[in-house]
């Protein structure tokens, strides 16, 4: 089955009407999707087959005022069953030619320790893996 590779913009949210199982860690809340869609500086690339989200990737440039921009690479995530199809090397293919064409002269993206497949193929594109400490915060309700 054909599998193509899509930009999406504020216009095209409802292609995620239908999407399989774990492509997303959690359910899509419209007017977050909105107003990541409409940030010029996000990008969200799917996936889709026989008009079914089998995959997403997200990246946001990252400027800086004393290093290079980057390209973030945020999330992503493939259906287990279209796993091993190349579908995740696509998505993040097209975030680094987007990325490039913002200006991004590198990219990150951060992964689980024990994520061996995704750590698999970020090595494969040539890199290696740093250690650092990660910090989250929750915001109190306003």
């Avoid at 359910?27 to 990541?36: E, G, Q, R, T, W």
């Avoid at 800086?64 to 973030?72: A, G, M, S």
């Avoid at 951060?110 to 929750?138: K, P, Q």
Wanted: glycine share 8%; net charge negative.
């Amino acid at each position: 089955m054909t599998v193509d590779i899509r930009r999406i913009g504020p216009n095209d949210a409802a292609v995620l009407d239908r999407v399989a199982e774990d492509v997303f860690d959690d359910d899509i809340d419209p007017k977050k999707l909105a107003a990541y869609l409409a940030e010029p500086g996000h990008l969200m690339v799917l996936a889709v087959a026989a008009g079914e989200v089998v995959g997403q990737a997200r990246g946001m440039v990252q400027r800086h005022p004393d290093k290079p921009t980057e390209l973030y690479i945020d999330n992503l995530g493939v259906a287990p069953e279209r796993r091993r199809e190349r579908i995740a090397t696509r998505l993040l293919d097209e975030l680094v030619v987007w990325g490039k064409a913002k200006g991004c002269e590198a990219a990150w993206v951060g992964t689980e320790v024990d994520n061996e497949a995704a750590r698999a193929l970020y090595e494969a594109r040539g890199s290696e893996a740093e250690t650092f400490v990660l910090y989250f915060y929750e915001f109190a309700a306003a």
